[in-house]
């Protein structure tokens, strides 16, 4: 019996135990995050505030101090200036929203600068300011409105402690990621709202396995206190959330270093977000619902004797 | 028994080997003919190289005035010669036009935001009358007993008097309506018209009667658009993006086909035929729907892939350990199956939410991930709970292995 048993449990982390270290690591991820949000902000793309990109394909390197000239010439106030290519010999010209006749001379301006045509203008891209906060009130109640129904549907699913665990978790999750994001100052448009609320209905997934699986042990293990359960069942469920997991990242990986710019928006806050949910669901929701569990017990102890009497 | 599993296996292989087939290259037998999915499939903008603007009518319009305004674009965009345009109304007061091929935004910024202009010119070029003079054209069916379907046309008073001075002029000769310079009807004039009501004859049907009529109204009273947003690719990016992304998504198939076979042996043999189909599947689903598949759509289709094998892999852990806990294959087979159903159900709808959402409310830019991933999550359980449950039944009748092992065991 032994032997079977050594072989289901193929890992043997203390998750429980050490669940102080877990909390404080999202705590710390997490208060750093809102530190750059208070003293820094978010980037916002253009999707949300609205302004234009250019991008040309220049076709040998050059000086950015060059297109800052010409920038200046039309008195751009607001810009960011990016090479691109692994040889960067392209250039990509991010500001406000510029008057049709302005950008149309910018561009000429840059295409006789480097003897470029109309071909090496790759892409151009340009959203109105009103239309930019439209798409972000938008987007923002889109996101709000899904978070809140899949929360109920949840809420309906699970019971009372372990539907708090894995909100709290989720949501928890949701806050690593955009201080991921505030930190290293990574554009935040549409793209990563949406990948957001994916991460959210993804880390689900293996939340519910290792619930299920912990509802199970409970009927069993009947005399084990909720943190032996509660390790035993993410121990017993910790291959597949990490195989589960790998596929995702495959392609996900794959998306990101081989895939055009639109797919690397996507991938990006996936490959975290997943890969941040994976570990949440093992080191915070687990954790959490021991958490609740234990508390409500104390309550009933301390109720009990009132009882009696 | 173990025939029969054989022929079960053999079976959905050939089965799915004959429908990938006709979905990815077609049939043409006789008259009866199917094309490959790949006709009904629309690339996007952003992987074909291509102009998109959406344009915004300034004050207050009617839902008149926007059938116009788009009759006007749709008039101008036909005469630019853009293959597969799509030119569409968004909410009350914006229309959403896409040129593919087109290159330069401003030059379609130009043509599609111009304020329209209507003109009447007689057979000596001079101009007879613009959109000014015009006060409404309508669509009508003839009083006689023929029905035919004519456009009737009125005048102003100014309109009228010029109308008069020409029809008099050039009877017996053709009128010309241009509108944006181009000819949208020459009609001939049989007699001097001085009541300032004409009527156009000889249409072909009643729908081209209110076409002609709806590029004259246009004219005569045209609304002011303004581009508030746009979008140029250019035609070396478009088909880059596009090679990088199937490129990744190959890639990222093999490398889970593998994956599966390395980690879950004969099991993972069964769930790689079962991607196989998934894959089919959400192709065939996609020309059903005529999804214009964009970069975000690609993005959701290839998410939806590396998700779509977790059902499976929950599913065999599970088998994995009934087996080590005793259970007959067949035995272990279900219980697997039903124990890991609901943590997948459970975790499939909080998405399906998620993407409804997405897709109802998001932005363009990521309403075809939504819909992609939407699409690949619901066949995803499909394929779990049908295919790959019937191969694996399949497997445990052949039952030619005894050894657990190979169920990665």
Not at chain 2, 20 to 26: E, K, L, N, S, T
Not at chain 2, 380 to 389: E, G, L, P, Q, Y
Request: aromatic share 10%; net charge positive; hydrophobic share 50%.
């Amino acid at each position: 019996m032994g032997h079977r048993e050594a072989s289901i449990l193929k890992f043997h982390v203390n998750v429980m135990g050490r669940s102080k270290i877990w909390f404080s690591i999202s705590g710390v991820i997490i208060l750093i995050g809102i530190l750059a949000i208070i003293f820094r902000g978010f980037s916002w793309g253009i999707d949300f505030t609205g302004g234009t990109i250019m991008e040309f394909n220049i076709g040998h390197s050059f000086d950015t101090k060059e297109i800052t000239q010409i920038l200046d010439k039309y008195k751009v106030g607001d810009y960011q200036i990016q090479k691109l290519g692994s040889k960067g010999d392209g250039v990509s010209i991010k500001t406000k929203v510029l008057p049709d006749n302005v950008r149309i001379s910018i561009i000429k301006d840059i295409e006789s600068k480097y003897n470029l045509t109309d071909k090496d203008l790759i892409s151009s891209q340009q959203v109105g300011p009103s239309l930019g906060s439209e798409i972000k009130f938008g987007t923002f109640l889109a996101a709000g409105i899904a978070a809140l129904l899949m929360l109920t549907y949840l809420g309906l699913r699970f019971n009372f402690e372990m539907s708090l665990a894995a909100v709290l978790a989720l949501i928890h999750n949701v806050f690593i990621l955009i201080s991921v994001y505030a930190v290293f100052h990574i554009t935040v448009d549409a793209p990563f709202i949406a990948a957001i609320l994916t991460v959210f209905g993804y880390s689900v997934h293996d939340t519910i396995i290792i619930f299920d699986r912990i509802r199970d042990n409970l009927k069993i293990m009947r005399k084990s206190s909720y943190d032996e359960i509660a390790n035993i069942s993410v121990n017993q469920t910790m291959g597949r959330s990490i195989n589960t997991v790998i596929t995702v990242l495959i392609m996900l990986l794959l998306m990101y270093f081989l895939g055009p710019s639109a797919l690397k928006d996507f991938a990006l806050p996936l490959i975290i977000g997943i890969t941040w949910g994976a570990y949440s669901s093992i080191f915070i929701a687990s954790p959490l619902w021991v958490l609740i569990k234990n508390k409500e017990k104390g309550k009933k102890v301390i109720n009990k004797p009132a009882k009696v009497q | 028994m173990r025939s029969r599993g054989f022929i079960k296996l053999f079976s959905v292989i050939f089965v799915a080997l004959i429908v990938a087939y006709v979905a990815f290259i077609g049939v043409n037998a006789g008259n009866y003919t199917i094309k490959p999915v790949e006709d009904y499939i629309r690339l996007g903008l952003d992987l074909r190289g291509g102009v998109y603007v959406l344009e915004e009518a300034q004050g207050n319009v009617t839902p008149d005035a926007m059938s116009k305004a788009i009759a006007v674009i749709r008039n101008r965009v036909d005469a630019l010669g853009v293959a597969q345009p799509v030119i569409v109304q968004q909410g009350s007061n914006r229309i959403r036009v896409e040129l593919p091929g087109m290159t330069d935004p401003d030059k379609a910024i130009d043509v599609i935001g111009k304020t329209a202009q209507l003109k009447f010119v007689g057979p000596d070029g001079k101009v007879i009358l613009t959109g000014a003079d015009v006060k409404d054209a309508k669509a009508v069916y003839s009083q006689g007993q023929m029905q035919e379907p004519e456009v009737t046309l009125s005048f102003n008073s100014e309109g009228t008097k010029k109308f008069a001075d020409a029809t008099q002029k050039f009877i017996g000769q053709p009128i010309s309506i241009l509108l944006d310079d181009k000819v949208i009807s020459a009609p001939t004039v049989r007699d001097a018209i001085t009541t300032g009501n004409a009527v156009i004859t000889g249409l072909k049907d009643y729908k081209e009667a209110t076409d002609l009529a709806t590029l004259i109204r246009a004219g005569s009273l045209p609304v002011t658009l303004k581009p508030i947003a746009y979008q140029s690719v250019g035609a070396t990016l478009g088909p880059s993006a596009y090679k990088a992304s199937v490129d990744a998504g190959v890639y990222g198939v093999i490398l889970i086909l593998l994956f599966m076979i390395a980690f879950y042996r004969l099991p993972g043999f069964v769930a790689d035929i079962a991607l196989g189909i998934y894959i089919i599947i959400n192709f065939i689903i996609y020309a059903m729907l005529n999804v214009t598949l964009d970069l975000p759509g690609i993005a959701g289709m290839l998410l939806s892939i590396g998700m779509a094998v977790d059902t499976n892999i929950i599913i065999f852990e599970r088998l994995k350990e009934e087996l080590r806990a005793g259970k007959s294959l067949r035995a272990a087979v279900d219980a697997g199956f039903n124990k890991a159903f609901r943590a997948v159900f459970d975790a499939n709808i909080t998405s399906l939410i998620g993407g409804a959402v997405l897709f109802y409310m998001g932005s363009g830019n990521v309403k075809g991930f939504a819909l992609t991933l939407m699409i690949g999550v619901a066949s995803s359980m499909f394929t779990a709970i049908t295919v790959t449950r019937f191969l694996l039944h399949a497997i445990v009748d052949m039952n030619f292995v005894k050894n657990i092992k190979i169920y990665g065991a």
